[in-house]
Every structure is written in C-alpha cells, then in structure tokens.
C-alpha cells in the first residue's frame, strides 16, 4: 500500500474518532458532573440520613424556561433556610399558557458551583419529563439537604447561600406527541 492511501485511510479514521467521540462528549460530560459536583451538578440520594447540625444556610430559588416553550414556570418560595443535614421541601409551579400539550425537562444547577457536591436533592421533578396539558398548572416538588460534610470543608466558610435554578426545556418526547395525534387524526379522517 502506497503512502498516500495509508495517509489517507489514517485520515478517515482520525476522521471517525473525532465524530464518535463529539457524538459521546456530552454523555461523558453529564457523567463527570454528576460524579464530581463540577459545574454546580448536585448529587442525588434515595433518603436523607444526615445528622442534622448547627449550621444554617439560605437556599434561594430560581427559575427559567427556553425562549421556545409557552410555559409560566416559578418557585412557589423565594428563599428558605435550613441547617446542614435537615431535609427541606419546596415547591415549584408550572403552567402551560399554550395551546398544545407540551413534555418539558428541567436542567438545574447551584451556585456558587463549589457547594454543588454538599447539595443533594432525595425527591425532584427534574428526573422525569413533565407532560403539562394546555391551562394545565401543575406543583412540583424538590426535596432536598445539604450534606452536613459541608461544614467540615474550610473552602465552604463563606456559604451562607446557594441558588437552585432550574430550566425548563421542551423535550424531544413532545414531537411523538404531535406524531401520535397527527396518525390518530389520519385513522379518524380514513373511517
């Protein structure tokens, strides 16, 4: 095999590398916040069994949809305080002003991004799509501590308060909708 074919073969399959792993970046990416905390990812436990301690912060609340999306989406709260270890609870609502039924996610994430690892949410509508029917408002609960370790962090000190803010994004599941309705639509107009 001449030079040029071999350049070019370890061309294409550079070639695929890349776009196998620009196709597995953003799988990779999610993996690495959830496991580290890093880019205000929180964790996720099945139950709180933290000793509660002394040590108070204020938990702010925030809330935004896509551009997109015909939805009002706001924390039924603005702020609460809890100590390192109690479990709190709060409630966002969610209304869709449009006309079709709509699935949405939430993306959330904290600030300051270092008390990412210390948040950990046991209950949350962000792990499942939320399907909201027109004028439909739906409330939807977070429970939530802030793992007492915190405290033991000398790089924690100066939190007295770490934002929640979630998106709200239109989910790819809401275009099967629109199939499914458009083909029971078809089956009607064919009987």
């Given at each position: ?46 139950e709180n069994l933290s000793e ?140």
């Amino acid at each position: 095999m001449n030079s040029n074919k071999k350049t070019l073969l370890i061309l294409i399959a550079v070639g695929f590398g890349m776009l196998a792993l620009g196709m597995s970046s953003s799988k990779i990416y999610n993996t690495f916040c959830k496991i580290t905390g890093y880019g205000g990812t929180t964790q996720q436990a099945e139950e709180n069994l933290s000793e509660v301690i002394d040590r108070k912060v204020t938990i702010k609340f925030d809330s935004n949809v896509a551009d997109n999306l015909p939805w009002v989406f706001k924390p039924q709260q603005k702020e609460m305080d809890v100590q390192l270890g109690q479990s709190g609870l709060a409630y966002y609502t969610v209304k869709n002003t449009g006309t079709e039924p709509i699935i949405g996610v939430a993306n959330f994430n904290v600030t300051p991004i270092k008390a990412g690892p210390f948040f950990v949410k046991t209950d949350c509508f962000c792990f499942t799509e939320q399907r909201v029917e027109p004028g439909e408002e739906l409330p939807l609960p977070v429970l939530f501590f802030i793992d007492p370790q915190m405290d033991e962090d000398k790089r924690m000190d100066e939190v007295k308060e770490i934002t929640l803010s979630y998106t709200f994004f239109e989910s790819d599941a809401t275009a099967q909708l629109d199939t499914q309705s458009s083909g029971s639509n078809a089956e009607k107009t064919l009987n």
